[in-house]
Structure formats: C-alpha cells, structure tokens
C-alpha cells in the first residue's frame, strides 16, 4: 500500500476509535508537517513504522521482547519534577508503548537523529556507538537521571531560564485573557472536567479551557488545556485522548493501554501528575516539565551531542528493564549480534523513510 492510501487507512482507524472526534484542523496540521523534512515525516508515522519495520528489517523481528517506548525519536525526551520535586530528565511520552523486540526502540532513536542530523554535526558512525554504548551500560546499572546531585551537566543544558520561565506563562495568559474575552468558549466533555479537578491540588480551584494543537504524531486527537491560579501562582494541566498503540494495531496483541506501568516502572522517578485515566492522558506542564524539541536550535544542537545521545541509550535501557528483568536476554541477544548489525538496520530504516517522505512529497503535487 502506498503512503498516501496507507495515511487514509490509518487515519480512518484513528476517527474510529476516537468515535469521529477528530480533530481535522491538527490532520491538515500534521499534513504539513509531513512535508517539512524526513524527521519531521518519522514523527508524524509511528503507524506506519510499526507496518512496515519488519520488512525492511526483517533481522530485528527475532529480538527479545520488553515493554518498550515504540515512538522513540530525539524529541520524545524532555524534563519534569517528580514526586519529592527533583528536576528529572528522561523519556517522557509513552503514548505507543507495547510489547516489542527491544531493538526497535534503539533503531528508531538512531534513525531519527540520523535524519536530524547533517554530516557536519555528527557521523551515523558516532551516533550508533554512543547510543549502544549508553544502552549497554543501561543494562549493566540502570537507574533513572534526578538532575540534582548527578548529572549536573544535563541540568545545565536543560533547566529553564529566568527569561524562558516568563515567556512561556506569558503565553499562557495572553491565551487566557482571549478566553475570558469570549462569550462562550469551548468546554471539554464533562468526564474530562471530573478529570482535571481531580488533577489539580485543591478542589476549589477554578480552570479555564482551551483546546491545544502540539506534537506531531499525536495530532488529530482532542487535547485540552485547563489553566487556573492556586496561592497566588498559576497552574496547568493539558488532557490528551488516547488509542491503542499503533503497534498493537499492525501486530495484534494485547490492546490494553500500558502507560502508567511503563511510566511509573521499577527504574523511573516518575512524574506524578501524568497519568492515564481510561482513554484519557493527564498531565502537568510548567516550563520545566516540557519536551525537548530539535525545533529550538540549542536543542538541537544539544540533543546531537554524542553524550547525550550516550545518554539515551541508557535512559532506554532502564526503561526496557523496568518491568520484567530480561537483563542476560537482552546481554545475550548483542552479544550474538552482528559486527554492524546496528548501523545496517539504522541505514537501512533512515533510508525507507527518506523514500516515504519524498513519496509523500510527490504526491500532493
């Protein structure tokens, strides 16, 4: 099936489950978004990644299976504030996560920075051993990153700003004055409501809603942000709906969303305001509980960093062993591995989605 009747079926399967509250603007959003460039495509695509990824790397279907993220990329790392209010950094979206051979998720990840990358930045030699290097450590020790007496070096990249911290509440209220300067503004249903008061510190808090466009492959689905005041200081919580992981879609398999035991597993410090309820996805947003984006280009270039990427691999590592123990399996499985084995299949995907996207180019023309 080509790209474009592919997009159709899946975006027929998404309205389905949603039962047709799609959010057709954030489609046309995504659309574009598909056009910009062959990272940007990747994100977009989980759905067709999980179709396709086995048969253009068949080696990789006879790996180990674990909990894993599914939809990794650069951008699915970020910052939060865990329950004893430690800056923490790590992955921080499991909208995809199933049960997978545990490769897929460190393939993907190296693909991802491949196509965000040019040659000058960094080789996809360097990428793919850093991120397996990290990984391996990752199995031998895994442990979360509380950015408070370790890891200062990642503090340093990643906390927010004095300046930033005031733009992005500045936002915030600029879009919260248009709201109360409206008539009747858009409610979220009345189960999202319940939701957000009980995701708030004090039930007398009063929140204003608005609807949200953010991400990339998530768009299309209804996303809510409730912004209020509690003590004297502003809050916010954003509502995302969920589906079933696109993986479960192309393979079958349990259907049951797995996000909170991925999230809050045996390695992680988990932050305790993101939880799923049911088909729904709460969470906190502040300016240090926020994703890293490639689109700001200090990101960028932080996220190409080959100890960061070092990093990653280990974040992954101690998510994947965060659930069931499968430490000598996953030692064994590299082990038995190939020389090269990594980089051929990360070229190999890079390659595809390179293709994909220039299709998808072509035929909107």
């Keep these: ?5 592919a997009n159709r079926d899946y975006e027929n399967w998404l309205a389905a489950r949603l039962d047709g509250q799609i959010v057709d ?17 990747l994100r977009a695509t989980y759905w067709r990644w999980s179709e396709t990824i086995f048969e253009i790397c068949p080696d990789l279907a006879d790996a180990p299976a674990v909990l894993a993220v599914g939809d990794t990329h650069l951008e699915n790392f970020g910052t939060w504030r865990d329950a004893e209010g430690r800056l923490i950094w790590g992955v921080n979206d499991y909208d995809e996560a199933a049960e997978m051979p545990y490769l897929l998720d460190l393939v993907r990840l190296a693909a991802s920075a491949a196509l965000a990358a040019t040659p000058q930045q960094i ?8 991120l397996l290097d990290g990984y391996r450590r990752g199995i031998e020790a895994p442990d ?5 007496r370790q890891h200062i070096w990642l503090r340093t990249r990643f906390v927010v700003s004095d300046a930033d911290r005031a733009v992005f509440w500045q936002k915030i209220e600029n879009r919260y004055h248009d709201m109360l300067a409206q008539k009747h503004p858009e409610q979220p249903p009345g189960r999202w409501r319940e939701l957000f008061a009980r995701a708030v510190p004090d039930a007398s808090i009063t929140l204003t809603y608005w609807r949200r466009s953010a991400g990339s492959g998530s768009l299309g689905r209804p ?25 479960t879609r192309a393979h079958g398999g349990e259907k049951q969303l797995r996000i909170n035991e991925i ?12 939880k799923a309820n049911g088909n729904v996805l709460m969470r906190r947003l502040s300016p240090n509980n926020r994703k890293i ?23 992954l590592a101690a998510v994947h ?28 995907a890079a390659e595809f989605v390179t293709g994909e996207f220039a299709a998808w180019k072509k035929s909107a023309k």
Aim: glycine share 6%.
């Design 1 to 5: 099936m080509g790209i474009r009747a």
């Design 25 to 41: 603007d954030d489609l046309d959003k995504k659309h574009r978004k598909m056009h910009e460039s062959a990272f940007a495509f």
């Design 123 to 130: 080789s996809l030699k360097a990428i793919c051993k850093n």
């Design 144 to 148: 979360a990153f509380v950015l408070d």
């Design 223 to 247: 996303r809510w942000l409730g912004y209020g005041t509690w003590r004297s200081g502003p809050l916010l919580r954003e509502a995302k709906a969920l589906v079933p992981s696109s993986w």
């Design 263 to 274: 999230a809050r597993a045996k390695y992680r410090a988990p932050d305790p305001w993101y």
């Design 293 to 315: 984006s490639v689109e700001d280009r200090h990101d960028c270039a932080q996220l190409l960093h080959t100890d960061l990427l070092w990093a990653m691999g280990r974040e």
């Design 321 to 348: 062993l965060g659930v069931r123990d499968r430490r000598d399996a996953l030692q064994k499985d590299l082990a038995g591995r190939k020389q090269r084995w990594f980089r051929n299949n990360v070229e190999t």
